[in-house]
């Protein structure tokens, strides 16, 4: 078995608030929880899910106590329908990869999806939910990390597939997502959901945004968002949706084909009118998440960064039979993107007005920035803006994942690694200003606060004691800090947010 194989070990175990044993010393105005999202058990009556996307869900919570550098844990499992049918049942529902009967495969497509909302976690219409592909989120305590129920709508928008990364904008109140509609029409749809929808205790409601009639969907994970626009990247991995009702085995990935002759499209939505501003194709290439999106007020452009794949590959390499290498057609000493991966951070540019520079209105260009990365993150203020540093987990390295700051406009990188250990996703948590130093011995060129004033926050699996801790990184150095130990192995997860207000 690979040396990771305990991130792919399902954990039983839940705590309430565990006061962690920490090594070195945590900032004092560090306050608020990190809250994590990804699967916690990975077997179901006996059999293994197909991949590592379909695990019961569980949230991990990490809590800081402001003033006292200490740091608490608890963990649950999203005790939701799946997991009930799982547990009591012992039967495994239709999800990303794993497949039930073909009965059970029809009624997930068309009326009863799954609520393993396993992927992430956010603040949505004042509500905090759980996050994954399918359209049901489920709300849950923040406190307790306890399920209460699907967050529904007062809207009666038709949706099948959703997007985990929705994209907030301060500016407008508002968060953003896009969601695909199949059926004898296909639609990719961009809504919009206000903060204060639930005020009152009102339902949240999808305000429509712009929609599209597509005659093959592609598989999206997250998109970009700008001030002004929505810019959707459809890779060329698409489906026929009327294999989605057809007998056979394999889950809802399992219907997609990569078409490279489509290339990738870029989508740009104006977010007020609705309508297709641009459309502009660029050569082939597959990816799950975006780092930021801007415009380029001096070129006209829409910058997008993102972490790109050659193609589709990746997907298969994180099926279950390929992460713990008894896949045949895994590629040689490959190892899934915990173990020397090649996402290339890359920036894309795309013309927004039509430049006459070909059939398409005007060619995207693309520059490659860092190759090794996955699930990035940045500094929140930089979002939707120019910026300058993105951080990820770096995964150039067999036998080892690290973490990397990675300057996107001159490319340089400083990283961390540790013998033996595989990181996360690391997010970033700003310093508050109110922490800031008196102005009054700060020189006037200098009061600008920087995009990197904060810490990092990133699970680590340490391979030779099997098990979990969460490193604390200075933004501005990328020095460890400090970490805090989990007295267990944490398994491999997906995304989680800091929430700054969760104290309790």
């Given amino acids: ?207 429509p945004v712009a929609s599209l009639e597509v005659e093959r969907p592609a598989y999206l994970h997250s998109f970009g968002l700008t001030r002004r626009y929505a810019v959707i990247v459809e890779p060329p991995f698409v489906v026929n949706p009327m294999r989605f009702l057809l007998p056979g085995s394999g889950g809802f990935i399992d219907k ?83 173990d020397a991966a090649t996402g290339e951070l890359a920036r894309f540019r795309v013309p927004v007005e039509d430049s006459g520079r070909g059939a398409d209105g005007g060619r995207v260009e693309r520059r490659n920035l860092y190759t090794g990365m996955e699930l990035p993150r940045i500094a929140p203020r930089a979002r939707m803006e120019p910026y300058r540093y993105a951080y990820g987990q770096a995964t150039a390295r067999k036998g080892q994942n690290g973490l990397a700051k990675v300057n996107v406009e001159t490319g340089e990188a400083t990283e961390w690694w540790a013998d033996g250990c595989y990181a996360g996703e690391p997010i970033f948590v700003p310093k508050p200003a109110s922490e800031e130093d008196d102005e009054d011995s700060v020189a006037p060129e200098d009061r600008e606060r920087p995009e990197d004033r904060g810490v990092v926050l990133a699970p680590v699996l340490d391979t030779e004691t099997e098990e979990s801790l969460l490193v604390v990184l200075d933004g501005e150095t990328f020095e460890e800090l400090a970490r805090a130990h989990v007295p267990h192995h944490i398994p491999f997860g997906f995304h989680g947010e800091f929430f700054a207000e969760i104290t309790t």
């Fill in 1 to 207: 078995m690979p040396a990771y194989s305990p991130g792919f070990r399902s954990l039983d175990t839940e705590h309430d608030g565990l006061a962690l044993d920490v090594d070195g010393e945590i900032p004092a105005w560090l306050s608020g929880s990190l809250v994590r999202n990804g699967p916690g058990r990975f077997e179901v009556g006996g059999e293994r899910v197909e991949h590592w996307f379909d695990g019961l869900a569980m949230l991990h919570k990490f809590r800081f106590e402001e003033g006292g550098g200490k740091v608490c844990y608890s963990n649950r499992f999203l005790r939701t329908e799946a997991y009930r049918e799982a547990v009591e049942e012992g039967r495994l529902t239709s999800q990303f990869a794993t497949s039930g009967s073909y009965l059970d495969q029809l009624r997930s497509f068309l009326d009863d999806p799954t609520d393993n909302a396993n992927v992430n976690v956010d603040r949505v219409g004042g509500e905090y939910v759980a996050l994954t592909e399918t359209p049901r989120r489920v709300r849950f305590d923040p406190t307790d990390l306890s399920a209460r129920g699907d967050q529904t709508y007062a809207d009666d928008m038709t949706v099948h597939h959703v997007t985990a990364h929705l994209r907030h904008d301060d500016r407008r109140g508002e968060t953003v997502g896009y969601a695909t509609q199949f059926g004898r029409t296909n639609k990719y749809h961009v809504y919009r959901v206000l903060d204060d929808s639930t005020a009152n205790g009102a339902r949240p409601s999808r305000v």
């Fill in 256 to 338: 997609f084909r990569w078409k490279p002759e489509r290339g990738t499209r870029f989508l740009v939505f104006d977010r007020e009118t609705g309508d297709l501003t641009a459309e502009r194709t660029a050569p082939p290439f597959f990816f799950f998440h975006t780092v930021n999106a801007f415009e380029d007020d001096e070129t006209g452009e829409i910058v997008v960064d993102l972490v790109a794949y050659e193609d589709a590959a990746i997907v298969r390499d994180l099926f279950m039979a390929s992460v713990e290498g008894d896949r045949e057609d895994s590629a040689a000493d490959a190892g899934p993107v915990l």
